[in-house]
């Protein structure tokens, strides 16, 4: 009985800490990546992010995890993306889990499509979150990018590459 009640005890208290996770400012930060992403907005995907972030693609593109700040980050993105015509990123089915009173993670699921002229490469995955309260803002520390199905060109990727370096 003894264990029982302090093990109830101990979750209304990790539940209780943790319901100061706002998720609709969570879903808000993870919207404001991915539609500020596709509509050229990068204050909006900046203002998603805290100071440092760490992004693995490693699922799609080998290689290790990244650690940097997220002016370089969007700085990349914002150079790199234009090479498309267009991106369409829809992030959905948030599942957010507050770590404590001003951290959370979320997984949310993921279509990305990228075109350039007729041509599409679409990829599909799950994103993992990490996000830390700033003020009234919960603010990207680490996304993880698992990649579970692609179809479409790779390839526009290069071209994309290719055709942002001839604009800068």
């Known amino acids: 009985m003894k264990h029982t009640f302090l093990s109830t005890l101990a ?3 990790l539940i ?3 319901a100061m996770a706002d998720p609709t400012e969570i879903t808000r930060s993870i919207t404001d990546i991915a539609a500020g992403a596709d509509r050229g907005d990068w204050d909006r995907v900046r ?3 805290a100071e440092t972030v760490t992004t693995d693609y490693t699922s799609l593109w080998g ?3 990244a650690t940097q700040s997220a002016d370089e980050l969007v700085g990349g993105w914002s150079t790199f ?17 507050p770590v404590g009173e001003a951290f959370a993670i979320a997984e949310a699921d993921f279509t990305a499509t990228h ?3 007729d041509d599409l490469w679409t990829l599909g ?3 993992a979150y990490e996000l830390e309260q700033s003020g009234d803002r919960w603010l990207v520390t680490s996304m993880t990018m698992t990649a579970l199905w692609e179809t479409g060109d790779r390839g ?3 071209i994309a590459g290719e055709r942002a370096g001839q604009a800068n």
């Open 11 to 13: 979750a209304a208290t």
């Open 16 to 18: 209780g800490g943790g």
């Open 47 to 49: 203002s998603a992010f």
């Open 63 to 65: 290689g290790d995890p």
């Open 81 to 97: 993306l234009p090479g498309f015509d267009n991106t369409h990123h829809m992030v959905t089915n948030h599942t957010i889990t």
């Open 115 to 117: 075109r350039i002229d």
């Open 125 to 127: 995955g799950r994103y």
């Open 156 to 158: 526009l990727v290069g």
